[in-house]
Nanobody, 124 residues
Framework: QVQLVESGGGLVQAGGSLRLSCAAS????????MGWFRQAPGKEREFVAS????????YYADSVKGRFTISRDNAKNTVYLQMNNLKLEDTAVYYC?????????????????WGQGTQVTVSS
């Protein structure tokens, strides 16, 4: 089992920055991948970024490349999503997810474990 708790969401103006955190407990060893996903009102949940506890490769959705950065702190069992140059269309509930898979596969397979989500609202 993996437990995930997100934090760091809030209200920010367009062009601003936020950093989301996902604290993980349970199975957090190297073979698990962590990802960030988001769901806007009336839309399906979509992949944002992923990383593996035991690796360095990161993957991003095209819509956030160059603006968002995923990172991890293994000592704290925490994954971060640094979001810069936020746009109105980034408004969504952001979820942390984890699966026993590669970081690359996180964008295409069903996620095994989810956090409760944190709201990010970007205003004009």
């Amino acid at each position: 089992q993996v437990q995930l708790v997100e934090s760091g969401g809030g209200l920010v103006q367009a062009g601003g920055s936020l950093r989301l955190s996902c604290a993980a407990s349970g199975r957090t060893f190297g073979s698990y991948a962590m990802g960030w996903f988001r769901q806007a009102p009336g839309k399906e949940r979509e992949f944002v970024a992923s990383i593996r506890w035991g690796g360095e490769r990161t993957y991003y959705a095209d819509s956030v490349k160059g603006r968002f950065t995923i990172s991890r702190d293994n000592a704290k069992n925490t994954v971060y999503l640094q979001m810069n140059n936020l746009k109105l269309e980034d408004t969504a509930v952001y979820y942390c997810g984890s699966s026993y898979t590669t970081a690359q596969a996180m964008s295409v397979i069903p996620v095994a474990y989810w956090g409760q989500g944190t709201q990010v609202t970007v205003s004009s």
